[in-house]
């Protein structure tokens, strides 16, 4: 089993910083994705950025140019920095981890519980 700790969100002015970080424990696999998923009301949940162990990065359009994520050295904690933020960024933003067994060719797919992020004025 795997932890997800969120923290960092907050509200926020448009055109402010917020940095969320997420803290893995548990049964971390040496290949693994983690990364920030965000879901706004009446939306489904779609993809903000994910950055796996060995440094691949992945991120939607709408963040390019604005957030940045990245992983400290033991790998098991992770940070999304988003600057220049935008009423449009307002949802909950939830961590991801996945496993990856290249063994058994399956994939473990953990979450945490959410973190707000309100950009408004």
């Known amino acids: 089993q795997v932890q997800l700790v969120e923290s960092g969100g907050g509200l926020v002015q448009p055109g402010g910083s917020l940095r969320l970080s997420c803290a893995a424990s548990?049964?971390?696999?040496?290949?693994?994705?983690m990364g920030w998923y965000r879901q706004a009301p009446g939306k489904e949940r779609e993809l903000v950025f994910t950055?796996?162990?060995?440094?691949?990065?992945n991120y939607a359009d709408s963040v390019k140019g604005r957030f940045t994520i990245s992983r400290d050295n033991a790998k098991t904690t992770v940070y999304l920095q988003m600057n220049s933020l935008k009423p449009e960024d307002t949802a909950v933003y939830f961590c991801n981890l996945r496993n990856m067994d290249r063994v058994r060719d399956k994939v473990y797919n953990f979450w945490g519980q959410g973190t707000q992020v309100t950009v408004s004025s």
């Open positions: 950055i796996t162990s060995d440094g691949r990065t």
């Open positions: 548990g049964s971390i696999f040496s290949i693994n994705t």
